[in-house]
């Protein structure tokens, strides 16, 4: 069964870091198309860094500068390191892949930067 699982998320002050990951698992192990998005309340989720398929990564950029995107592919992990956060990157944090015309969502982890 495919399935992505995020963790990582938590509270941390204006300036701080934090470093998401998540883990793939099923049909989806090895994906090349991967991305993080986030969803602030009231608001639509958003792009906010990807994998492309032909490996190109992509930056939302409000965050450029400041997020990296990563993968362990041994591990099937992938990493968002989050640095210099501000009040308004607080969201819920989602990592999703595409697979076969099909894409997967991860049940989310709550990231809330205070000022």
């Known amino acids: 069964q495919a399935q992505l699982v995020e963790s990582g998320g938590g509270s941390v002050q204006a300036g701080g870091s934090l470093r998401l990951s998540c883990v793939a698992s099923g049909r989806i192990r090895g994906v090349n198309t991967m991305g993080w998005y986030r969803q602030a309340p009231g608001k639509q989720r958003d792009l906010v860094a990807s994998?492309?398929?032909?490996?190109?990564?992509n930056y939302a950029d409000s965050v450029k500068d400041r997020f990296t995107i990563s993968r362990n592919r041994a591990r099937d992990t992938y990493y968002l390191q989050m640095n210099s956060l501000k009040p308004e990157d607080t969201a819920v944090y989602y990592c999703?892949?595409?697979?076969?015309?099909?894409?997967?969502w991860g049940q989310g982890t709550q990231v809330t930067v205070s000022s």
């Open positions: 999703r892949s595409i697979f076969a015309g099909a894409e997967y």
């Open positions: 994998f492309t398929r032909d490996g190109n990564i």
